[in-house]
């Protein structure tokens, strides 16, 4: 089936240039679309799926997709940090420079007097491991006290919602209900937090990015296009881990 499905998306106009794919997914239900953050786009259908109904379905999308594969490939490079005193850090939108401080008995990351406190680390890789553990942790207990509200406010119920490392995406919902937001998106503003769980949340009622979806993203968030577009000025500079 997914050799017929690349077909007939091939035969439509596709900009020159594009690197897309098809990913059959059987626990899919609709199409779905993703723009990888180095401009990839991955179709995602079901096993069953209809080919001339999915490339109905992403004509009408090409523009949208277009603009977003353009924005993506021009993005900079993902941000390294080096690990040393005075190096700036972002939680929630704030900034914090970075102390290190002797290994303690009970060595640990930590907020402290408008510092982000950091045990000597081993080497580089090990000191962004720490700080990686720090946001998921500080993470889980901010969207613990923040996603009752956010789930009634829709009108859906999450299995879970917690923090981790999802390599080049911002955040995940799987069919049955677990979500997880990238322990990066920690450094955003509480908005643009709030922004990613809604947009999760949402997938609950719409798995796809159409249409549908959209609606449900302004009905949570009544100012989501502006949201929208300040996440994707913001999220390209989000630290990821990488340090040298």
Known sequence: MSTTVQQAIAALPLPEGWRW???????RRTLGIEVTPDGEVVFAVPVNADPRAVAGAVRPRLPRLADEVRR????????VKE?????????????????????GPL????LRAGWLELPEPSSPAAGAASLADWYSERGRRWL???????????????????????GVRWGSCSASGFIVLHWAVMQLSPDLV???????????????????????????????????????????????????
């Open 21 to 27: 794919r098809v990913d059959c997914r059987p626990q």
């Open 72 to 79: 993506r490939t021009a993005r900079p490079g993902e941000p």
């Open 83 to 103: 690990l040393v005193a005075g190096s700036s850090f972002a939680y929630l939108g704030r900034r914090y420079r970075l102390k290190l401080v002797p290994i």
């Open 107 to 110: 060595p640990r990351v930590r």
């Open 144 to 166: 613990a006290a923040r996603t009752d509200a956010v789930e009634t406010r829709i009108g859906v119920r999450s299995a879970e919602v917690t923090v981790g490392d999802l």
């Open 194 to 244: 709030d922004y990613v769980l809604v947009h999760e949340l949402c997938h609950l009622k719409e798995p796809g990015h159409g249409p549908a979806f959209r609606r449900e993203m302004t009905l949570a968030l009544p100012d989501f296009d502006r949201r929208e577009r300040w996440f994707e000025k913001e999220e390209p500079f989000l630290w990821r881990g990488g340090v040298r």
